[in-house]
């Protein structure tokens, strides 16, 4: 077979290109192109050295780039063969990727590989996320291009404004001449290509620029697909955590914190960070009169620190971390320290200051925030970058702040992120309407359990029952609303009681000789005396509810609301009212308040106790607990307070504190809704405040929990009076200061509240029997009912006691009382006399029944002395068991 030579052959192929293709197309085309599509085939270029590439070293570098496409790499190793090929291309000293992206709502380009050139390893150019540099779109060059979103060719960086040479000096390297071209998505921004110093000329050249731009292509090809695929992953995850959470949203619509912990839970493989806590905010805007009482008065420092836009106090009531690295964990910290991890740098609080989505991309090196530095815990985890937002209601409040922290891939929080979790926390937010809803609905249906039971125990003072006053049938035969103003009040002043006869105005008064009906009368009799009868009245032209009518149905009323229980009866409210203005008029504290206020502060002695149970606060809710436990059929209280969805006591279900106290609030203040009743319709807007102001304080304050916290404070005013030599300029400042007046007014009500202590001794015994026996009452009801050991107080086995916890009650609530008011009106001394008195009574009582006791006890002793004895003489003999009887008190 004859060889043909070489050079023969390419003469003869060169001379017959039609040959050579339609041979090269049948025999190796096909295999060729297979070649270079297979993923398994490196590039065959050689760029250890600068040269120009030929076709087929070229078309190598493209095909090495299809086949980067082919294989789905990552797109920074993909850029990264693209920009070692243009490194070597261009003849470019180094190249750089800066992503563009978004950040607390302001764009900013962070380099993502860094130093590219022909000899460069991938894990040399990718710049860690803490390692990051990142220039605003004001900044250099690349903040030039991105802005402009053209290619710029800078011959000599040191004649452009636009060039900054921060990162020169952070890495000791001198540019000189930059070639930068933007990447797009569309007109979206992607990314900036920067080529740095010609290596083998001034500056790169227009050629430069046409091959970058012809190679960039590829760079932008496989960012767009980079972009596009996590633009869909974003939409995914917030599709899914949207219709996630808003399953479990729905799920839960009684309590708003378990509504946000079940749709946080549920969400949490969305959501890719290492961590995020939720801290939720008191909603409380108004501080209660007595939280407020010590700030006014300048004990306390009023609060100084931030606030929500909406005013409120920043108060983390509970925090809630999720752990999603390692071994996951969920942990709920009520009233959470100050030096809580995630509260420690203070941006929790800066959010929901400001109702700012705040994004740190280098917590460590932060320097507004002070993240801690150190690993948290045993697990090494230290916070790295940070994304916090506020989760606001539909009413632009702020419920609560969410913070996520590290990223997993170990990146910034971008643009995306802050749109999900925004999305999240809008959603959960809004969400809030919800358990809003449901609460309002459940406080609706609780009261009207209560108004229910009021209608059904309680009536409005009747026809007939006006006649037992108004008698107007046996006088003008007529019905009282067919009588003018002045025929009613002649009426009156037949029938009401003689105020020097009855003693209305002194602090011994006894109800003992008088009639339900008669402590009616006696009522209406004081705000005659009180002289707001006639300076608040209702005009005469209201023929149908002229004054007199209406303020004897209140009083009827009033007396009718009370049930006939052991000791809190009419009998109690009214003593209660009696005190009220025998304190205001025989006490001469009336020198300190307008008529207008005396009138709101007898009503509400009056009202403070209205359709008591004969059972307290704390009896409220335990019932109320028991009612959970009967229908859960439970064992175990300690889960009780995580459903509120079972019916319980409506009382303690819709007053949190002072449940029955609040409940007497509103009873009075519903009769006073009655037109028929309303004693106050002929005040102004301003003047009707005030009273229901006063009102709201004096019957709250008949609380004894909040007793101790404005004892202090009335000391305080007392110790202050005696500062005063001149009584008319200590009356004209007290007049004047309205927070003073309000705990003066508090503590009134609990010397009239407690003024059965004080009464002479032949009306106190009888009354503590009247009390003790509705404790042992009680008592009972905790035996039977609730089953639980009732305290002394209140057990009916323990009555021999009652002399010692007289005794007690003295010493530690009642003498404080009453000794500060003889101190502050030297007038009200009896009462303290009184008291001094009673206190003696029954410690000689105590001290009878000890000697009784003791009595006793040596008795028993000798009997059993006497029978060892005998037993010892004839162990045989059984001597009979010995009884005791126990002293009762009667």
Not at 101 to 112: D, I, K, V, Y
Not at 204 to 213: G, N, V
Not at 297 to 306: F, K, L, Q
Not at 838 to 853: D, F, G, S, T, Y
């Amino acid at each position: 077979m004859a060889v043909v030579d070489q050079d023969v052959a390419e003469k003869f192929l060169d001379s017959n290109p039609a040959f050579a293709k339609q041979y090269y197309d049948s025999h190796f085309r096909a295999q060729v192109i297979s070649n270079l599509l297979s993923t398994s085939k490196k590039t065959e270029v050689d760029i250890s050295t600068y040269h120009e590439l030929n076709s087929v070293e070229e078309s190598e570098v493209i095909f090495d780039m299809v086949r980067d496409l082919q294989e789905h790499l990552q797109m920074e190793r993909a850029v990264f063969n693209l920009m070692r090929h243009l490194s070597f291309i261009l003849r470019s000293d180094r190249m750089s990727l800066f992503m563009y992206r978004q950040r607390n709502g302001t764009a900013e380009l962070a380099t993502r590989l860094f130093n590219v050139h022909k000899d460069a390893a991938l894990d040399d150019c990718l710049v860690p996320p803490d390692s990051e540099v990142v220039y605003s779109l004001d900044q250099g060059i690349v903040g030039h291009v991105a802005c402009v979103k053209r290619t710029v060719n800078v011959s000599d960086v040191t004649q452009s404004t636009h060039f900054s040479d921060f990162v020169d000096a952070l890495t000791e390297y001198q540019t000189k001449n930059v070639l930068a071209t933007p990447i797009m998505n569309g007109k979206d921004m992607v990314a900036v290509i920067m080529a740095v110093n010609k290596i083998d000329g001034p500056s790169f050249t227009a050629q430069d620029e046409e091959t970058l731009q012809k190679y960039l292509n590829f760079a932008n090809l496989v960012l767009r697909v980079f972009h596009l695929s996590y633009l869909h992953n974003c939409e995914t995850r917030r599709g899914q955590v949207l219709l996630w959470s808003a399953s479990k949203v729905f799920e839960e619509l009684t309590d708003i914190e378990r509504q946000f912990h079940k749709a946080l839970y549920t969400v949490r493989a969305f959501l890719n960070c290492d961590r995020y806590s939720v801290g939720l905010l008191d909603m409380t805007k108004t501080k209660e009169f007595f939280d407020l009482w010590p700030v006014l008065m300048g004990e306390v420092p009023p609060y100084s620190g931030p606030k929500t836009p909406d005013g409120r106090e920043i108060n983390f009531y509970k925090v809630i971390d999720y752990i999603l690295h390692g071994k996951e964990d969920i942990k709920v910290i009520p009233n959470p320290p100050a030096d809580h991890w995630a509260l420690v740098s203070g941006l929790p609080t800066f959010v929901a200051e400001n109702g700012l989505i705040c994004n740190i991309m280098n917590a460590a090196q932060d320097e507004y925030f002070e993240f801690q530095k150190e690993p948290l815990d045993e697990s090494g985890w230290t916070i790295k970058n940070v994304l916090s937002l506020p989760i606001v209601n539909k009413k632009e409040e702020i419920v609560g702040v969410a913070t996520f922290f590290n990223r997993k891939d170990g990146k910034p929080f971008d643009e995306m992120d802050e749109t999900l979790m925004e999305s999240l926390t809008q959603f959960l937010g809004w969400s809030v309407l919800n358990p809003d809803t449901y609460d309002k609905m459940n406080k609706l249906e609780n009261r009207n359990d209560v108004y229910q039971d009021m209608v059904l125990y309680h009536v409005k003072c009747r026809k007939d029952e006006i006649q037992n006053i108004l008698n107007t049938r046996e006088v003008y035969g007529k019905e009282p609303e067919e009588c003018d103003e002045d025929e009613l009040e002649e009426i009156l002043m037949d029938v009401l009681p003689d105020s020097e006869e009855s003693e209305i105005f002194e602090f011994h008064f006894c109800d003992f000789d008088h009639s339900e009906l008669d402590l009616v009368k006696c009522g209406i009799a004081m705000y005659y005396e009180l002289g707001v009868v006639n300076k608040f009245h209702i005009p005469r032209e209201v023929k149908v509810l002229c004054y007199p009518q209406v303020l004897a149905r209140f009083m009827y009323s009033v007396s009718k609301g009370y049930r006939r229980i052991t000791y809190h009866n009419w009998r109690h409210g009214f003593n209660v009212g009696q005190t009220m203005f025998s304190l205001l008029m025989t006490g001469n504290l009336k020198r300190y308040y307008t008529d207008l206020e005396a009138m709101a502060m007898v009503t509400a002695g009056f009202c403070h106790d209205i359709d008591h149970r004969g059972t307290n606060n704390l009896y409220q809710m335990k019932y109320s607990l028991l009612t959970v436990i009967t229908a859960m059929n439970c064992q175990r209280p300690s889960v009780l307070l995580l459903d509120r969805t079972i019916s319980g006591n409506p009382l303690a279900k819709l007053y949190g504190s002072s449940i029955l106290e609040r409940h007497h609030l509103e009873f009075g203040k519903t009769l006073l809704r009655d037109e028929a009743l309303n004693i106050y319709q002929n005040l102004n807007r301003r003047q009707h405040d005030i009273v229901i102001h006063l009102m709201d304080i004096a019957i709250i304050a008949t609380d004894l929990a909040l007793y101790f916290k404005k004892r202090a404070m009335f000391q305080k005013i007392v110790d202050q009076s005696k500062t005063y030599e001149n009584e008319e300029d200590w009356t004209k400042y007290m007049m004047l200061e309205t927070t003073r007046k309000e705990i003066v007014m508090a503590m009134m009500m609990t010397a009239c509240d407690l003024s059965a202590i004080a009464k002479p001794w032949e009306i106190q015994s009888k009354v503590a029997q009247s009390v003790a026996a509705e404790f042992w009452e009680q008592g009972d009801l905790e035996r039977t009912v609730l089953e639980q050991q009732p305290i002394p107080m209140m057990d009916r086995k323990k009555a021999d006691e009652l002399p010692k916890l007289q005794c007690g009650f003295i010493d530690f609530v009642c003498s404080f009382v009453y000794k500060e008011f003889s101190r502050f009106h030297v007038e009200i001394t009896p009462m303290l006399q009184r008291l001094m008195n009673n206190r003696k009574e029954w410690n000689n009582l105590k001290e009878i029944h000890e000697a009784k006791l003791a009595q006793l006890e040596e008795a028993k002793k000798a009997t059993e002395a006497t029978v060892a004895a005998k037993a010892s003489v004839n162990p045989g003999c059984n001597a009979p068991a010995t009884q005791t009887k126990t002293c009762v008190l009667s």
